[in-house]
């Protein structure tokens, strides 16, 4: 796939005959094949809702050809609403503003966070609204059947958020009807503290706060990033909190049979964290008892490096840095802002780091047998990335060594280009611009922020990308 902003007439017209078609197809199946799949072309979601600004925050597939997406648009009074649409094997559908929110979003500024899907017609999605006191108030929504049903206030967090800013961070569902969700609100003393929330039978349950942070948390500082369900009942989430010396520290936390149990810090990371920030970007459950985590913590220097977290028969692991050859020597800074896990032992992960010359590179790194293994960069994208600024924002397994990733690099124009890769048999292919993004992309950036594949190779991703005005847009891109 041609990744510049060249455009070129078919070879086959060039070569002036139609014997070379059946020949070039055979390669480019060949190709495709040893990609990992071929991603189709970009395509503008949301256009008809969107009079402003627009962006698609979190996709969730449930099976092939059968997702659903969220983020936000600007509408003509120039509130900022929140936005679902589905796809089915008749493609994206029509966003649609999320029922109940125009009741709910009296302020004016809205937006889906996080959406999983547990199978093809059902979902759960969740984020904030602001309501008519300009208090930010955090949401969830179910789909059901096919269909989007009435927003609420997370239950609980009426009476939790006191200091009026709440969000639902993340959203994730084991099976139709049994989801857990978690982010933060702010009490009464407006310090900002961790919630978790669970679904049973399609009803949410009350938020509580996250057991155990109350005693962690003595900066006043915490929140669920990510959190992931292997089953019902069975989940891990984490995130960052505030300790007395004001320092940022990564937690974890797990539920077993419905139950949240207690927060407690990254094992290992107190050893590690000397610079004094620390958090947990991403965690994935391959199965029941059985996760990785990444993120990023401060060393000495004011650093910022990536490590890597497991959880094996129910008991979280030492935190260790992730590991790399040649590209990480002498880097400054590395983090790591997504982990999936395929199954048990089998997982990748991806992020950025920081050359010896400074430059912003994209690398991932994939743990196989249980071992996490070298990072490298993101193959690709030292060609793509002429501008220095590159990361991977979101991964996605959908079986042991086969997976996808998505992000950003800068080109020789300094403006922001979204890239996808993918790993077949085990290994990282070539990343490629997102076909038919530097069409959309008229402005000066564009990028994947969410991406998700189904149990066979199929995928979907999305993000956004911006135009001459400055205004941005949302945009969706298939896999199969």
Wanted: charged share 10%; proline share 2%.
């Amino acid at each position: 796939m041609n990744t510049s902003r060249r455009y070129f007439r078919p070879i086959w017209i060039l070569a002036g005959g139609l014997g070379i078609v059946a020949l070039l197809g055979s390669a480019a199946t060949a190709s495709a094949v040893t990609s990992g799949g071929t991603w189709g072309r970009a395509k503008q979601v949301a256009a008809a809702l969107n009079q402003g600004d627009a962006r698609l925050n979190s996709v969730s597939c449930a099976s092939a050809g059968n997702c659903s997406a969220g983020g936000s648009y600007t509408d003509g009074p120039h509130h900022v609403q929140a936005f679902v649409v589905n796809r089915t094997h008749r493609g994206w559908r029509a966003a649609e503003e999320v029922p109940g929110t125009a009741a709910l979003n009296a302020g004016g500024f809205a937006e889906v966070e996080s959406v999983s899907c547990a199978s093809a017609r059902t979902c759960s999605a969740g984020g904030a609204y602001t309501d008519s006191s300009g208090h930010s108030q955090a949401f969830v929504v179910n789909r059901t059947h096919g269909s989007w049903r009435t927003a609420e206030e997370v239950p609980g967090t009426a009476a939790l958020n006191a200091g009026g800013f709440a969000s639902t961070q993340s959203v994730s569902c084991a099976s139709a009807g049994t989801c857990s969700a978690g982010g933060y609100y702010t009490d009464g003393a407006g310090n900002r503290q961790a919630f978790v929330v669970s679904e049973t039978g399609g009803v949410w349950g009350t938020a509580e706060e996250v057991p155990g942070t109350a005693a962690l948390n003595q900066g006043g500082g915490a929140e669920i990033t990510s959190l992931s369900c292997a089953a019902a009942g069975t989940c891990s989430a984490g995130g960052a909190y505030t300790d007395s010396s004001g320092h940022s520290q990564a937690f974890v936390v797990d539920e077993t049979g419905g139950v949240w149990g207690t927060a407690e810090e990254v094992p290992g990371t107190a050893a590690l964290n000397q610079g004094g920030f620390a958090q947990l970007k991403s965690v994935s459950c391959g199965s029941a008892g059985t996760c990785s985590a990444g993120g990023s913590y401060s060393d000495s220097f004011g650093h910022d490096q990536a490590f890597v977290v497991n959880r094996t028969h129910g008991i979280w692991s030492t935190a260790e840095p992730v590991h790399g050859p040649a590209i990480f020597s002498g880097h400054r800074s590395a983090v790591i802002f997504s982990v999936s896990c395929a199954s048990a032992g089998s997982c990748s992960a991806g992020g950025s780091y920081s050359d010896s010359s400074l430059h912003v590179q994209a690398f991932v790194v994939d743990k196989t047998g249980g071992v996490w293994r070298t990072a490298q960069e993101v193959p690709g994208t030292a060609a793509l990335n002429q501008g220095g600024a590159a990361q991977v924002d979101s991964v996605s397994c959908g079986s042991a060594g086969t997976c996808s990733a998505g992000g950003s690099y800068t080109d020789s124009s300094g403006h922001g280009q979204a890239f996808v890769v993918n790993r077949t048999h085990g290994t990282w292919r070539t990343a490629e611009e997102v076909p038919g993004i530097a069409v959309l992309n008229t402005g000066i950036f564009a990028g994947i922020f969410s991406l998700s594949c189904a149990p066979v190779a199929s995928c979907s991703a999305g993000g956004a990308y911006s135009v001459p005005s400055g205004h941005t847009r949302a945009f969706v891109v298939n896999k199969g």
